[in-house]
């Protein structure tokens, strides 16, 4: 039996594997490499507030074909939501067919490195690391389907998604299910965590240069919670 100890040091050490991998055996001029930062009035994620705050997310991607891995993190602009701050490393491999259906395989090492908090791999350590697996339709069905499990609880998150345009701006709905209980979710069995719909648009600064923004309004009937999420991001 592996211990969960063991599954959060391995998730780390896969997700660095990665990036060597990457580094040293794809050609540079295969390589991809993209920066950016979102804004957002809350961090909300999969139904769940955390910070209770305004927060900044930045983010560094690389690529190379159907391989990419990278950095995210979350940074509330409160003190009171510092607790809340993340830093996370993730890896994913997708492959697309001829039909445009893709599948994708990830890993992705949560790091809470709120103040005080543990940054090893022990008990009561600040990382949890989740397995993913997801699904996109082509343009005729695009339909989105997305499972993960965090290895510390083996709890199942899944989520599906349903993208459409309506008078040139994204619209997209989606709704998520939490298998059990869970402490990471707040959740005392099954349920139904994340139920929203985002609308998204560029909105054009320039002749050349354009902010993307977008406002989501999500919903937990588990935690009998709803937001109103505003966000932009900047890239160059």
């Not at 983010?59 to 701050?85: D, M, P, Q, R």
């Not at 139904?192 to 309004?217: C, H, M, Q, R």
Request: hydrophobic share 45%; glycine share 14%; proline share 4%.
């Amino acid at each position: 039996m592996i211990r969960v100890d063991s599954f959060r040091l391995q998730g780390l050490r896969l997700v660095v594997a990665v990036a060597a991998l990457f580094a040293f055996a794809v050609p540079a001029q295969g390589q991809s490499v993209s920066i950016g930062a979102d804004v957002v009035s809350r961090y909300v994620w999969r139904g769940v507030d955390f910070g209770e705050s305004m927060a900044v997310q930045p983010a560094i991607t690389f690529g190379a074909g159907g391989l990419e891995f990278g950095a995210w993190g979350s940074y509330s602009i409160s003190a009171s939501g510092a607790s809340a701050n993340e830093n996370d490393l993730w890896a994913t491999y997708t492959v697309t067919a001829e039909s445009g259906l893709s599948v994708a395989v990830g890993i992705t090492d949560y790091y809470f490195p709120s103040p005080g908090a543990d940054a090893g791999f022990g008990a009561g350590a600040a990382h949890t690391v989740e397995l993913s697996l997801g699904f996109s339709g082509p343009e005729t069905f695009p339909i989105s389907l997305f499972g993960g499990m965090l290895t510390e609880s083996s709890v199942l998150y899944a989520e599906v998604g349903v993208p459409f345009e309506i008078s040139g701006v994204g619209v997209g709905l989606h709704m998520g299910f939490v298998g059990g209980e869970s402490d990471f979710y707040g959740t005392d069995e099954a349920a139904v965590v994340n139920l929203g719909v985002t609308a998204s648009k560029d909105l054009a600064i320039t002749e050349t240069f354009a902010v993307p923004v977008s406002v989501a309004y999500i919903l937990n009937p588990d935690q009998d919670r709803a937001h109103l999420v505003f966000g932009f991001s900047v890239a160059p």
